[in-house]
């Protein structure tokens, strides 16, 4: 008597390992890892160098104080997980995704995983070199170092996670990257004028988690940044998982 047919469901270390080689042979992510890597290095470099003041008139400062730009980099190392999601919706590649795992609560675990797996110690990489540069020229020690370092991949790692729903929501990479950074430059250059808000906006709440606000107005303290910040990421894979799970095919 024949064995009944049955369903092999991949196992979730081999969703997340597809998932993860996915991410690393896309050439877009290390075009995104090099070039924020070589804009935090040289960021760091123009901060510390010798009389080298940015602003208007009187109102000069070193690049350093201007913490929007410091930041800014972030918006680049965002292509890897908006690109990762993002992109699986051209071509009908989700269904073959799908086709492959089609445990979809499954699926969504694995891609988070994967994409934690990548984006972190890659946070670590690309940001580590420049923030050296800044200790050293602040005479820092090299567990202040790795602590500082450590609290930027932090922001880093959850506003890559915030940036997941709204890749599900618009189905691709583009959109919701221009979205991203023209929340962020209208918030960072005073357009918006609602502080108790934007405070509360994911790019904001990570300066704040850095010590290095925006504008004193939109000021958190660190670990009610670091909250609304999760909270965010929190909502980010709901949205993901919801889009994957009930919209998606």
Known sequence: MNAP???????????????????LTLPVT????????????????LATA?????????????LSAFAVVMFAPVHVFLLVPLHAMGSEF??????????????????????????????????FAVLLPGRVILGLAEDA??????????????????VSVVALGSAALMRGTAAPLTVLVGVSVLAGGGFLQWPEGVRLLPDQAAMSLLGT?????TELAPGVA??????????????????????DA
């Open 5 to 23: 047919f049955t369903t092999l469901r991949p196992r979730l270390r081999d969703v997340v390992r597809a998932e993860t080689t996915k991410i």
């Open 30 to 45: 290390w075009l995104a890892l090099y070039g924020t890597l070589v804009a935090n290095t040289l960021f760091a470099v």
């Open 50 to 62: 010798d009389g080298l003041r940015f602003g208007i008139g009187d109102d000069v400062a070193p």
């Open 90 to 123: 051209r071509e009908g590649q989700l269904r073959t995704t799908l086709a492959a795992v089609p445990g979809r609560g499954r699926l969504a675990l694995g891609k988070f995983l994967a994409t934690g797996a990548v984006v972190v110690p890659a946070a």
């Open 141 to 158: 020690g090299g567990g202040a170092v790795l602590a500082d370092t450590g609290r930027w991949a932090l922001a880093y790692t959850l």
């Open 213 to 217: 606000p925006a504008f004193e107005v």
């Open 226 to 247: 670091a909250m609304v910040l999760v909270v965010w990421a929190a909502v980010s894979c709901a949205v993901y998982a919801g889009c994957l799970v009930l919209r």
